[in-house]
């Protein structure tokens, strides 16, 4: 059996370019996960507020952040994008946040073929309400849980590229064994 977070080639994951897996679509309330040992997605929780995921959520393959779990990606387009689904993305910035005191960060991606959004090359392109939109979301989503999430800066493309590449490095020192 095969395991999207593991078994996707390496020469698909770069700092520049990479596959994501969409877990959650745009406008959903349902929370999926990884499930690590199968690479399959299980359903975590509904969510417990009244909010939905501003964008398409997921992961890239072949990372490994600080809350020891693959790299979050937000995926903006102008499609819902069903879960399992992968999607070739590039950076263009990244939302700094805490998790329950970890930090959590969230790369924030375009899809290399939505004609509406790959123009985007920077987060500073993007619209404000945009950025309102997951601040909020991120800021208040796990409240009713007793939950606390804590949303800081957002960075451009450069500072997406140095995590991507920091979580790539990370997944290849704790997992190049383990095969």
Request: hydrophobic letters at 35%; proline letters at 6%; aromatic letters at 10%.
């Amino acid at each position: 059996m095969i395991n999207i977070w593991h078994d996707i080639s390496p020469d698909r994951i770069t700092p520049k370019e990479f596959v994501a897996v969409v877990e959650i679509s745009k406008g959903s309330k349902k929370k999926y996960e990884l499930d690590k040992e199968t690479g399959l997605i299980i359903l975590d929780r509904i969510l417990y507020t009244s909010t939905h995921y501003p964008a398409n959520y997921g992961f890239i393959p072949r990372t490994y952040g600080d809350d020891l779990d693959p790299l979050d990606v937000l995926v903006l387009c102008s499609e819902s994008i069903e879960p399992l689904t992968l999607v070739k993305c590039y950076p263009i910035g990244v939302m700094n946040m805490i998790d329950n005191g970890m930090r959590d960060e969230k790369i924030i991606a375009i899809p290399c073929n939505d004609p509406n959004f790959n123009m985007y090359k920077n987060i500073n392109e993007l619209p404000a309400h945009l950025f309102s939109e997951m601040r909020h979301f991120f800021s208040v989503y796990k409240e009713l849980e007793n939950k606390e999430t804590a949303v800081n800066e957002f960075g451009g493309p450069e500072e997406a590229m140095d995590i991507i590449s920091y979580c790539i490095k990370n997944y290849n020192n704790v997992f190049q064994n383990k095969k």
